[in-house]
């Protein structure tokens, strides 16, 4: 099955500092998504992001967030400034690719990265 | 914005026994998905739905979908031990509006199987 990876797999920060958390995607793949899952709570979607540009965000995807793509094959999330709230396991995810499209294929997570704000 | 219930919130069941878990959603899909998550690890993808299929298999699972009422089930039968993990449902939006395949996910259900 294909892999996708992300770095590092924990992270602790203090407050107020900036952190970047890594993905290497499925190769060749255009599409990928960013989801964080705040302890014993669902997954959420935080943004969607397609050949270079962010597609869709959700709410929680406030000016503190923001996601690049640095070179041609890992993507990042920074967080600005870090909250407490922001503590958390942070996804990123790829579909795969298929006739379906990405409104019809399942989608390959990564391991996560568990960020502690402190 | 859409959110996913699943039903029973925690599940204990013996080894061999069949495990069933509910989901509803509230706004028109394009698919429904499974996915399994044991603690602390990533998600992995079970089964997928689409919104004009009823039913569907893959080994152990059986997945149902009804639209009308908006609720899909996850079957797994013949449970085992290894089979202890969270599971949540997760859909896809219908794609007008704008939607780009993001998943939106239930809270889950914790399956406990005791050998």
């Known amino acids: 099955e294909p892999e996708v990876t992300q770095t590092p797999s924990h992270q602790v920060t203090q407050m107020g500092q900036e952190v970047i958390l890594r993905c290497v995607p499925i190769s060749n793949h255009l599409y990928f998504y960013w989801y964080r899952q705040i302890l014993g709570q669902k997954v959420e979607f935080l943004v969607s992001?397609?050949?270079?540009?962010?597609?869709?965000k959700s709410e929680i995807f406030d000016d503190q967030f923001s996601v690049e793509r640095p070179d041609g094959s890992n993507f990042t999330l920074k967080i600005r400034s870090t909250k407490l709230e922001d503590s958390a396991m942070y996804f990123c995810a790829t579909p795969r690719p298929g006739q379906g499209g990405i409104w019809n294929n399942e989608q390959f997570f990564g391991p996560g990265t568990r960020l502690t704000v402190l | 914005s859409q959110q996913g219930e699943e039903d029973p919130q925690a599940l204990s069941i013996q080894e061999g026994e069949n495990a069933t878990m509910n989901c509803s959603y509230k706004t028109s899909i394009n698919n429904l998905q499974w996915y399994r998550q044991n603690s602390g690890r990533g998600l992995v993808h079970l089964i997928l739905i689409r919104s004009n299929e009823r039913e569907k298999h893959s080994g152990r699972l059986r997945v149902t979908l009804d639209t009308s009422k908006k609720s899909s089930s996850l079957l797994i039968t013949a449970s085992r031990a290894a089979d202890t993990a969270s599971y949540f449902c997760?859909?896809?939006?219908?794609?007008?509006?704008?939607?780009?395949?993001?998943?939106?996910f239930g809270k889950g259900t914790k399956l406990s199987v005791k050998p």
């Open positions: 997760a859909t896809v939006p219908r794609n007008y509006g704008g939607s780009q395949g993001n998943l939106i």
């Open positions: 992001f397609y050949n270079n540009e962010i597609s869709e």
